[in-house]
């Protein structure tokens, strides 16, 4: 990783084009320098990405530094090139002249990274010991002084590469759990992975989620969604990493005014304006996640933030971005989940450098400007499921990987044609009349992952198009459907690579819903409203069937009983919920042998099934017994917790 981007720097500082306006010899030089120095660590002895001596006690912190300080040296070129080349004159010399002093400090810090490996060579005498323990407690090795209970931790976390360490800050950041797919997308745009040649960016960030989930750092909440959290003793860790305000900043406070070292910024916000304190240092993300009702119009200050490449905004209040908002150049990600925003400025077409544009769940947005289509490098459009004017002539954004929300229109179809890199696609409003075109326009998105398709309405009128022409996809790993099906196509039974399925207003019958256990790599099945049988029976999860199934979510308001599972059926089960069977008055003789089980929910619970459960004397409490976490919400909204 670090050799791959220090090259990757080298390669930075070579594409700099001087202007022969400032073009000069001093500056020339400078950049020389840094070549000279980079070169040098990469041709040192030994594994630039390794050392003998990180299991001791003395772990020197040179990777780290390396990391940080190439970092700091982009943030410092993007900072120049967005400055100096809009000034001319005096100013412009000023700047050159900056830029120069701030090069010679990099390379000084370059130059000390490159001694401290020198001593990872070599036996390090006492004195270099006490100096290589005092340095890890001010870059990337955790002060835990008072937390000992930590410090077999902070030592898994320092001996992680500085990739997987970003992936944990980043996940951090969130004050609960994020989702799998956000985290992936910020993980891209912040550019802190390792790049693999052939593979797709967002795959490395998977792959590292994943690492994290194996290493018992990230832990994975199963439920109705995926989400991600940071293992308790590494949360820990991570917010001492932050507090410090070492590359990474978090505002836990009032005032706003950024640390003069933060290049990512976290702000809980309390009503204050939000800007930097200095428009010398550049803040490279800033998340802002509101703690009252919001954030006023007037309380932006976006010309703080030439270089910014993240802005993740939540519960925001304002209801217009400035049209400034088109100056950060850099800008990479725009987050504005829940806002109160009723039209975005035409000004975000200048974003030529947008990957993720997330606007979903506004409250009151009209749509979207015709800028939107100049965003030639966006792979994630993120629209609200409640209908926005979307302009036409989508079929030029064909870099996108994930477009969810969008309302079928007249023509939008056949545009989907033209978007061949589509992993994730999201359609509402689709109905018979659309199958022909639609299926033509799928088949030729050959990397599709996750396929979400909605009717207008969810009553019986409303029927999804059958799809018949549809040859599945083998690289289709998601499904949704919500709308009335005439019977379960043939080609969803076929989809042998399937992990995970919704099914809703479906109106099936429980003969077809049975054959969706011979899915044999399903994990993750939600019936929401999709069949209106009373009654389950044991013929739904015959043993053998539903090998891998890990999360089961029900809902219907006809269902009244779950006879039976088979002994040995559904052997990977580890999360059943019942929501809105408010009817269902028994579970299923045999789940008692489902040892998988880790939680049960049932929401709301019938009076009449409470009391067969209950611990102390209820007639069926030896079904659920074994289960660890149990959640009921009876029609009383009162709330029992088994442990």
């Not at 412009?92 to 090069?103: A, H, P, R, T």
């Not at 933060?262 to 309390?270: A, E, G």
């Not at 019942?578 to 009076?607: A, D, M, W």
Request: proline share 5%.
């Amino acid at each position: 990783m670090a050799e791959a981007l220090v090259k990757f720097f080298l390669q930075r500082l070579s594409s700099l084009k001087l202007q022969e306006n400032e073009a000069s010899p001093g500056l020339q030089d400078k950049i020389q320098k840094l070549k000279n120095r980079l070169e040098e660590i990469i041709s040192f002895p030994g594994d630039i990405g390794s050392t003998s001596k990180q299991e001791d006690g003395l772990v020197c912190n040179w990777l780290g530094n390396l990391i940080e300080t190439l970092h700091d040296a982009e943030n410092c070129i993007n900072e120049y090139v967005a400055k100096a080349r809009n000034q001319d004159g005096s100013d412009q010399v000023l700047s050159i002249v900056q830029f120069c002093g701030k090069l010679e400090k990099i390379n000084a810090h370059l130059a000390e990274i490159l001694r401290q490996r020198s001593q990872l060579i070599m036996p390090p005498t006492w004195e270099a010991k006490k100096e290589i323990g005092q340095s890890s407690s001010s870059g990337d090795g955790v002060d835990v002084v008072g937390e000992e209970s930590l410090a077999p931790f902070a030592l898994n976390y320092r001996n992680l590469p500085s990739y997987l360490r970003s992936c944990l800050i980043h996940c951090s950041l969130f004050p609960e759990k994020t989702s799998r797919g956000r985290l992936v997308r910020l993980l891209v745009a912040e550019g802190n992975l390792q790049e693999k040649p052939g593979e797709v960016m967002e795959d490395i960030a998977e792959e590292n989620i994943n690492e994290l989930v194996g290493q018992g750092m990230l832990r994975v909440k199963i439920g109705f969604k995926d989400k991600l959290k940071v293992v308790d003793p590494y949360h820990k860790i991570c917010l001492l990493k932050l507090q410090r305000g070492y590359s990474i900043s978090q505002s836990l406070f009032c005032d706003s005014n950024f640390p003069q070292s933060s290049s990512i910024v976290v702000i809980h916000h309390h009503g204050e304006t939000i800007m930097t304190s200095s428009s010398d240092h550049p803040i490279g993300s800033l998340y802002v996640f509101s703690c009252n009702e919001g954030i006023p119009d007037n309380h932006w200050a976006f010309h703080n933030f030439k270089i910014l490449r993240v802005l993740e905004i939540e519960d925001v209040k304002i209801k217009s971005l400035p049209e400034e908002i088109g100056d950060l150049i850099h800008l990479r990600y725009l987050g504005l989940k829940h806002s109160a925003l009723y039209e975005i400025p035409k000004s975000i077409g200048n974003l030529q450098n947008l990957q993720t544009l997330d606007i979903r769940w506004p409250r009151s947005l009209r749509g979207l400007p015709s800028g939107v289509l100049n965003l030639q490098h966006l792979r994630h459009l993120m629209l609200p499921v409640n209908e926005i004017k979307v302009p036409s002539g989508i079929s030029i954004l064909t870099n996108l990987q994930s477009l969810t929300g969008l309302f079928i229109r007249h023509g939008f179809i056949k545009e989907l044609g033209s978007l061949t890199l589509l992993r994730k696609l999201e359609l509402m409003d689709v109905s018979e009349e659309h199958a022909s075109q639609l299926s033509a326009s799928i088949m030729k998105m050959t990397g599709l992952l996750s396929l979400s398709l909605h009717t207008r309405g969810y009553g019986k009128d409303e029927l999804l198009p059958t799809l018949e022409p549809f040859s599945p996809l083998t690289s289709i790993r998601k499904l949704c459907l919500e709308g009335r099906l005439m019977g379960l196509s043939n080609w969803v039974c076929s989809m042998e690579n399937l992990t995970k399925l919704r099914l809703g207003f479906s109106f099936l019958s429980e003969e077809e819903i049975s054959l969706l256990q011979f899915l044999p790599n399903l994990k993750h099945l939600t019936l929401w409203r999709a069949c209106e049988a009373k009654v389950i029976n044991k013929e739904f999860s015959r043993v053998g069937g539903f090998p891998k199934l890990e999360i089961f979510i029900i809902a219907s308001p006809y269902l009244l009983e779950w006879t039976e599972i088979e002994k040995g059926a559904l052997p990977s089960l580890a999360f059943l919920c019942f929501h809105s069977c408010s009817r269902l008055r028994n579970l299923p003789e045999g789940l008692q042998y489902v040892s998988t089980l880790k939680v049960l929910e049932i929401l709301p619970l019938h009076p009449d099934l409470e009391r067969r459960l209950k611990l102390d004397g209820g007639k069926e409490n030896y079904k659920i017994k074994h289960i660890p976490q149990i959640q009921f919400f009876s029609s009383f909204l009162r709330t029992w917790v088994a442990m």
